[in-house]
Nanobody
């Protein structure tokens, strides 16, 4: 069956960095568009970044220039490098197989001093 396992969240101070990782199994990973969504309390889910099977990327305006999405098709993983974090980035982050609408369990990222 298809599984997504996220890791790397936690608490970080404003201005700091975190790297989220997501390991996928049960799919031919290289064929799928992958993405990261986030949901903050009281806000709608937001597509933060996505990466096509060939490596092209798109970002939400709110994170452009600070976040970088990448994938390793040999390891079936997708990562989200988050730099210059601010409190508005606090949310639960979800790894998503966009071409299947398959979601991971979510991982908390908290930016606070």
């Amino acid at each position: 069956q298809v599984q997504l396992v996220e890791s790397g969240g936690g608490l970080v101070q404003p201005g700091g960095s975190l790297r989220l990782s997501c390991a996928a199994s049960g799919i031919v990973f290289k064929n799928h568009i992958m993405g990261w969504y986030r949901q903050a309390p009281g806000k709608q889910r937001e597509l933060v970044a996505r990466i096509m099977s060939g490596g092209n990327t798109n970002y939400a305006d709110s994170v452009s220039g600070r976040f970088t999405i990448s994938r390793d098709n040999a390891k079936n993983t997708v990562a989200l490098q988050m730099n210059s974090l601010n409190p508005e980035d606090t949310a639960v982050y979800y790894c998503v197989i966009l071409t299947m609408n398959k979601w991971g369990q979510g991982i908390q990222v908290t930016v606070s001093s």
